[in-house]
């Protein structure tokens, strides 16, 4: 899996990897979702409105923390 260059964000569980990223220009944020239980197709880039509806569709009792 490839995420952009620099993580400022992110969380975990058995089923999902959640991160908030910065692109190589520092202009654009993105944010993951990575299911760790799926071989195909397990991770989604996606802009900040998109990534917290999909948190709540997809049920993730999870919260984006700084990386330390």
Same mark, same amino acid.
């Given at each position: 899996?490839? +995420?952009?260059?620099?993580?400022? $964000? #992110? !969380? #975990? ?9 910065? +692109? ?5 944020? =993105?944010?993951?979702?990575? @299911? =760790? +239980?799926?071989? !195909? $197709?397990? #991770?989604? *880039?996606? @802009? *900040?409105? $998109?990534? #917290? =509806? $999909?948190?709540? %569709?997809?049920?993730? @009792?999870? =919260?984006? %923390?700084?990386?330390?």
């Amino acid at each position: 899996i490839v +995420t952009e260059p620099e993580i400022l $964000e #992110y !969380n #975990y569980k058995e089923k999902f990897i959640i991160a908030k990223s910065r +692109t190589i220009f520092g202009d654009t944020l =993105k944010f993951w979702i990575i @299911d =760790k +239980t799926l071989e !195909n $197709e397990k #991770y989604i *880039s996606m @802009d *900040s409105i $998109e990534f #917290y =509806k $999909e948190i709540e %569709k997809l049920k993730i @009792d999870l =919260k984006l %923390k700084k990386r330390k």
